[in-house]
């Protein structure tokens, strides 16, 4: 994952507001899952199934993903 790309807020907002094909993915632990400090239509999936692979079938299959987390 060193190798991804890196978007920042201000492009990614800039993006959402153009409607380009992006979704924000929140990776953030259970812990934030009812935090006030989310990106609108996030889609959350919780870490450790991002790393074994699983539960990821909940994101789109086109466009960009882009993850967040704190």
């Known amino acids: 994952m060193d190798d991804a790309p890196r978007v920042s807020v201000d492009e990614l907002a800039r ?3 153009a409607a380009e ?3 924000p993915v929140d990776v953030r632990r259970a ?3 009812k ?3 989310r990106i609108r239509g996030a889609i959350r ?3 450790d199934d991002v790393l074994q692979g699983s539960g990821l079938d909940a ?3 086109g466009g960009s993903l882009v993850t967040y987390c704190t």
């Open 45 to 47: 999936v919780e870490p």
């Open 21 to 23: 094909d992006v979704t």
């Open 15 to 17: 993006r959402m507001e």
């Open 31 to 33: 812990s934030y899952e």
């Open 35 to 37: 935090s006030d400090s």
């Open 59 to 61: 994101l789109p299959s």
